[in-house]
């Protein structure tokens, strides 16, 4: 996979949460029936931001949290206001809409999962987006004091553990500190074993990788033998430390089109889609790029490319 730079444009604001005044709140807690308790944990089991906690942290985090029912048409959060909670999606669909030239404009969409209300917790900036439920759906609030005494705090550490290994990716180098500290606050990070599919050709994509340690194997399908018994997977590329994937679906808006597998157990650093928008998305032109590449690469090994373009 290719690994350019580039230059990325992304607001920023000095914010050094060790200096937090919110240590001494007192612990929340909102008790919750075992049912409750159990669909909050499956809401809560991929969100990224909540990858860094250790047990007893991520523990409090979910003593911490509270339903909140919606109706279509509610507006869960409107831009320009001060944060109150960060909200993780039980169900539901949810539109994200920002104001450009005062009109409201439709950026993306929730369905489903995810989360979201964490940029105005963070950087203690008014909301960037208005949030507006589709349908009937439920949320998980966290307020915003727990929110900062244990997300933003986790993340301090996480900044100085990620802040050498971000400037040493190429893709990221470019990027200004702040802007790189950014997408550390962002990422999750996973572990994958040998051998275990980490994507898979055909899927729906939400999220973007880049390589922590270890190899990953990008393999794929030829389309025009997709019904054929002797359509093995052939190996298009492998990519190591430093190098991403995944990328190319999240810039075409098209299914995965290609697999990748561990070699060995491997660690990746993960960005899910609302933040890659969000802050690669002025980048993407840069990654199309490597569209070129990845179709003269399939020529060479399949005599023909598939159709890889939106
Ligand atoms: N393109 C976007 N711009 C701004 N906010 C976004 C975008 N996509 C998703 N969001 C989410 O919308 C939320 C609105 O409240 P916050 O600014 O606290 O945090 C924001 C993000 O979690």
């Known amino acids: 996979m290719k690994t350019d730079s580039f230059i990325c444009i992304v607001c920023a604001e000095a914010f050094n949460p060790d200096d937090d005044e919110e240590d001494s709140e007192p612990r929340v807690v909102h008790p919750k029936t075992d049912d409750q308790r159990c669909r909050l944990q499956e809401a809560c089991k991929d969100i990224l931001l909540f990858k860094a906690l ?3 942290q991520f523990s409090e985090v979910l003593d911490a949290m509270f339903e909140v029912l919606v109706q279509p048409q509610d507006h869960v959060i409107d831009q320009g206001d001060d944060g109150d909670n960060f ?3 039980e169900r539901g669909v949810y539109d994200i809409v920002v104001q450009k030239d005062g009109v409201g404009c439709c950026v993306g969409q929730y369905n489903n999962k995810g989360s979201f209300g964490e940029l105005a917790l963070m950087y203690n900036t008014p909301r960037a987006a208005t949030i507006i439920a589709k349908e009937e759906g439920a949320l998980w609030g966290l307020d915003r004091a727990t929110f900062r005494r244990l997300v933003v705090k986790n993340n301090a550490k996480k900044r100085r ?3 050498c290994f971000i400037e040493s990716v190429p893709l990221l180098k470019s990027l200004e500190i702040s802007e790189r500290m950014k997408i550390v606050d962002v990422l999750g990070v996973k572990s994958f074993q040998d051998g275990e ?15 922590e340690s270890g190899e990953v194997k990008i393999m794929m399908k030829s389309k025009t033998k997709a019904d054929r018994q002797d359509n093995a997977e052939v190996e298009i590329a492998r990519c190591s430390r430093g190098q991403y994937f995944g990328e190319l679906a999240l810039v075409t808006n098209k299914p995965r089109a290609a697999s990748a597998y561990a070699i060995g157990d491997i660690k990746c650093l993960v960005i899910d889609i609302q933040a890659f928008e969000r802050l690669l998305g002025p980048c993407k032109e840069i990654m199309k790029r490597n569209i070129a590449h990845y179709e003269e690469q399939l020529v060479a090994l399949f005599g023909s490319s598939v159709d890889l373009r939106d």
């Open 54 to 56: 250790d047990q007893e």
């Open 87 to 89: 909200y993780v999606i």
């Open 161 to 163: 553990m990620y802040e």
């Open 197 to 211: 599919r980490i994507i898979m050709q055909g899927d729906k994509a939400d999220c973007f990788y880049v390589v």
